[in-house]
């Protein structure tokens, strides 16, 4: 397989498995883009996405900055290699009020055993605005697949 072969079928197990995953469907999250190292994903606020003032729930963002690292870390990755969340931190910078919600993720660092990811959450609005709403950083442990 060459090397651009390889990396179009990393991106194509991003895509597969952001759309594969039944929590990430509650969210109702899609990729909207993906790239070598870098995944985006968006999701419109709905009731069950949000807590008891009507705001973006933390954990939905949370979920969202999470997966998408994970998903960005793929597709960087060798065939039958997967990656595994072993750490995470997310500042929420302000309350969720947006309409939607967008993910850009991008890897800082890669490695053989450990990739680390930010992720930041936009809030998109109906004008085309957006707000930061939190950002996280996201430690994944690279392993077999067929081990997990």
């Known amino acids: 397989m060459s090397a651009g072969s390889a990396q179009a079928a990393a991106i194509d197990e991003a895509r597969r498995i952001y759309a594969t995953a039944p929590y990430i469907q509650n969210l109702g999250a899609q990729v909207v883009e993906a790239g070598p190292g870098r995944l985006v994903a968006e999701f419109p606020l709905a009731p069950h996405l949000t807590q008891h003032h009507g705001l973006l729930h933390a954990g939905a963002a949370a979920t969202l900055a999470d997966h998408?690292?994970?998903a960005a870390a793929t597709t960087?990755?060798?065939?039958?290699?997967?990656?595994?969340?072993v750490e995470f931190k997310i500042n929420v910078l302000r309350p969720g009020r947006a309409p939607r919600y967008r993910c850009e993720s991008e890897v800082l660092k890669p490695g053989r055993r450990i990739s680390v990811v930010e992720s930041s959450v936009w809030g998109v609005f109906d004008d085309g605005r957006r707000e930061l709403q939190s950002k996280a950083t996201v430690t994944l442990a690279v392993v077999d697949a067929e081990g997990i």
Request: glycine share 16%; no cysteine.
């Open 76 to 85: 960087l990755l060798q065939p039958g290699q997967a990656v595994l969340t």
């Open 68 to 70: 998408t690292a994970g």
